[in-house]
């Protein structure tokens, strides 16, 4: 008998992703610059037709992670990129039609996983004034939801969430016992981290990615962090070498040359300063910018701005439509200050209101 799963059928999925080359990227929060050319270089000289024969190992590499994060490797399991984590936090610890309570709007994948395994994803919007109302958040975690997904920080809103704020959470989610999903993305960009709820207690999880400040979402490596048994669930759930060697390679030597992470961040944090400056010497609304994005208001419409951008200046940025007080603005991207640099001037020259 042939069959279909509807569920598969109906989902909606944005494939539009390919034909970014010669593109300034600013679009999809990598970073533009990536990992300096002679660093690429030393990583590859030891790559050997065996290294590309054999199939991955990750002990080495999870050894190095644990110790980079002050844990056993134990709590961690690496994944195909964060967002294969993500998935398999979701297939695990929720049913069908099971209650899972997020933020809105956000990583999208979060509810795309949730249509694919039939789950109830119940939305928590941001206010008027895009900050998050963490009672709003309480408000909805009853004894039936499974799982809660927050993002420190948020993409594409750049909120974060005091320790006050969290540990308020997370009474609730205890008290519920609702698992915790915690999104940390943008960590590095971001430093307070909640991970330690993820390595001292159950049913909490972190997950991270490479391919942000580490400059690698070419590579697709990311890690779910959480309590031995959780941890193990989720590797379960893993295709068989899920990990790609020349991914944890990469991410092996960013962890262990002095220097390298410091150094991705100041350049990060000189082009964000720069951006910053611009944006308000020429009087733009912006919003959001503990991770590597910032929400912008632009004076003219956002989303003819955007296809500009792209035809005029090759530059890919993102609309957003509605966003509460902002109404529709631009996602952009922040890089190194040359990449800040291509942006603004471009900016200043398409984002001109007609004169009279
Ligand atoms: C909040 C958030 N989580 C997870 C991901 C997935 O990243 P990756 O699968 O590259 O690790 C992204 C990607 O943009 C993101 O914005």
Redesign the pocket.
Known sequence: MYYLNNKIENLVRIFDQNERKGYLRLD??ENPGGLPQDFINKVLEGITPEFVAQYPETLQFTEVLAKHLNTDKNHICLTN????A?RYVIQAFTSDNGRIVGVVPS?F?FQVYSEMYGRNFVKVPYEEDLSMNVDNIIKELTPETELLIL?NPN?PMGNVYTDEEFEKIMISARANKITVLI?E??HYFYPRTFINYALNEEHVFV?R?F?KLFSM?GC?L?YVAGWSEGVKMVQKLCTPHNTNAFAMRFAEAVLTTPGMLDSLISNFNNGRNYLIKFLDANYYPHKGDAGNFIFIKPKTDAQKLVDRMKTEKKILIKAYPNVGKFGNCLRVSIGEEKYMKFFTEALLELDRLEEN
Do not use: H, K, P, Q
């Open positions: 999809l929060n990129g964060s967002a294969e993500i990583y994948m993002l993409n999104d993305a943008y997950t990615t391919s979402a697709r990311g």
